[in-house]
């Protein structure tokens, strides 16, 4: 559908889009209160899951039928990259028509989605505009409930009203321990750490890890709204957002918020504002202080892990060890199969072999220029969000991609990374000047 045509068209596809945003970013917290407080048979749970998914793909597919739709050349690798995961899903996959091929079918073709509908949906000025307004309030929202309930609301609360454990077991077929509880057991603070805070952030995503790589965009924007307009409710939601991003404990989360962060820090900030960032810096160093033990401990936890044979260290070495030397893994077994891995890089090989691990690819790569020579543009002002602003973060976001994939599958997890690939679909979509 020609983009163009959105310009005009009824505002209620891009409001459907937004509820679609809180309706996955809430999914597992409204989940796990349905199944702890009311006996509803698990039907209702599976629809639940579902329901957002099924009217997702529809407005995917209601956009790509319209009758201007285009191949845009910035989307076409992401485009052949669906159609050869579908192409394993119904042909070459000995494991189709299960609910475990149809949730890794679903998770493999969210970034197509979703970069497909933020560059067909949000892609002029009014529409960036109630795009960030909207994510500020949402980001801010998820920021005080997770704070809220990291420092105040006991487990006995989540054990007798949420019991994440027991909805991620029962219902999602996940391993969440700590059932006694009420949380997962990533949710569990961390050996060497704990004593700091006995319980990791989650928000409503259910584990820490959703709102640590998902959320700490919100971050940068806060920042660059508040050096823009010098506003306090800009400075509050910076300091909020940062401070929820530091209790999810979630080394994954930081990585990637310093990525895009420095990426950030190096194309938007002028002189004066990498400056003023650094005095901010040097005026919470008490806090770095306070935390420095916490600090401290993390990196030493991580070298040590890294050092030793762990399920990180062994997974990352692995792919660039035997699982590129494999003829199995190049060809790649079919969506579905059943092997967990903390490799995000060996769990696409293994679910759609190296042609789509190199498609894949070949649309992060080939992005990036793109992407970048639009950070080089003169901008304009009027926006509220700037489009050096946007680009530089779907570029960081790029980059980032490319180093979680070497520990994990976030980037193919719905609640943990749609808000990143719509930016990279904003910045995609944003005008040559």
Known sequence: MNPKKYQTENKSLLNLFFLLIVYFCTQDFVGAFLYTN???????????????????????FYIITGSGFKIHKNLFFLLVFSIIVILYYGVLSSNRFSFATLKDLRCLLLPVVLVYLAYYLINTEQKRRKFFYFFILLSFGLTLFGIFETLFLPNEFWSNHVNMSLYLNQIKGYHASYARLGIAGSAMGRAGYREFLPRRLTSTFGDPFGYAVGMPIGIIVFLYLFLKKKKIRYLL????????????FTRSGYLFFIVVFFIFYLIVLNKKQKIFSLFLFILFSPLVYIVYNFLSN?????????????????DLISFYTFVIQSADHWAGVGVGFRSVVESGYTYLMTQVGGVGLILFLAFIFSCMPIIYRKTRQKQKSSEFVSLKCINAIALGVLIATLILMNFSRYPFAMTTYMINWIIVGIALGTPKI
């Open 237 to 248: 939601g910076l300091l909020m957002t940062s401070s929820a991003l530091l209790l999810t």
């Open 38 to 60: 009311f006996n509803l048979a698990k039907i209702f749970f599976y629809f639940h899951l579902f329901f957002g998914e099924i009217i997702l793909f529809s407005l995917f």
């Open 298 to 314: 993390l990196i030493s936890l991580t070298i040590t892990e890294l050092r030793t044979s762990t399920v990180h260290s062994r």
